[in-house]
């Protein structure tokens, strides 16, 4: 007996080479089993003003019709029109704020939205300003893809759970969990262990630091471990990286082949990211692969 789906929104992103979300969440439909597919909504929500510049274009339900032709094509071009049940256009007088709303109404699990920079472009700005909002407020997972995303370029390698063994990252194991199961694919936990490079080798030698860094890797497995079988996935294989956490995350996600890459959050407040980086934030905003950013509360 099939189990009621979940629902999916995925924003839809009408600018040219910008369909990335759409792609990876045809990707996913088509790699899950038939019993465990999602329902996917395409979104593409109006801002207010601009829909209120392009009234010299025609009345409103003119705009409102060409708009939607638009996302139909989008999504027919990205190769993924049947995997979406459904698609609408709405005005709102922001998108985050519209697209948060929806999935509260209509109970959705997840979100899935595109970022601003592609998969080899650089510049200041990266996410972008909806993927951002809907990153740091967090009610329920949020799976950032690179506009440019091509999935016939992912790996067929793990999902990866970038991960810290406390309660942040709770949820994101759960999710990342569901996931793996779904797709058929192992799960690998990723963690990073800090050794002190910039100024220890004045004070220590080689061998005090290869002790050091043993020590701290022996430790952090053990923690790993006891987490993993507090939460029911003993089994689960550990992956520790030393270094840069984002940089060597990403390098294990790199080197693994993921399709996918899972983190929880912080929810660091607005004085809390003056003085930390959100590694989320960071992974989200960096990743050649879509980034799932997870609340520590999911699947409770």
């Known amino acids: 007996m099939k189990t009621k789906s979940e629902q999916w929104i995925v924003g839809v992103d009408l600018r040219q080479r910008s369909d990335g979300a759409v792609r990876f969440a045809g990707w996913l439909w088509r790699a899950m089993a038939a019993d465990v597919r999602p329902t996917l909504h395409g979104v593409h929500v109006i801002e207010s003003a601009q829909l209120k510049a392009l009234r010299q274009f025609g009345s409103r339900a003119e705009i409102e019709r060409r708009v939607a032709g638009e996302v139909e094509l989008t999504i027919e071009r990205a190769g993924a029109a049947e995997a979406f049940e459904r698609t609408a256009v709405i005005e709102h007088r922001r998108v985050d704020v519209h697209l948060a709303e929806l999935a509260e109404g209509i109970g959705a699990t997840t979100l899935l939205v595109g970022r601003v920079s592609g998969v ?147 929810r660091l407040g607005g004085l809390e990211r003056v003085v930390m980086a959100s590694v989320s934030v960071e992974l989200a905003a960096h990743a050649p692969i879509p980034v799932a950013v997870v609340p520590p509360e999911y699947g409770e």
């Open 120 to 266: 080899d472009q650089g510049g200041l700005i990266r996410l972008g300003t909806v993927a951002r909002r809907l990153v740091r407020a967090l009610r329920r997972p949020v799976i950032v893809v690179p506009p440019d995303l091509d999935p016939a370029q992912l790996g067929p390698g793990p999902v990866v759970l970038a991960a810290n063994a406390g309660e942040s990252s709770v949820g994101a194991l759960r999710f990342a969990a569901d996931m793996a199961r779904k797709l058929g694919r192992e799960l690998v936990c990723v963690h990073v262990i800090h050794v002190p490079l910039d100024y220890a080798q004045l004070y220590w030698s080689d061998a005090a630091l290869a002790k050091h860094r043993d020590e701290q890797s022996a430790r952090a497995f053990r923690g790993l471990k006891q987490w993993l079988t507090e939460h029911d996935h003993e089994d689960t294989r550990i992956d520790l990286r030393a270094g840069s956490e984002a940089d060597a995350i990403l390098g294990a996600a790199s080197e693994l082949r993921a399709p996918l890459l899972v983190c929880g959050s912080r």
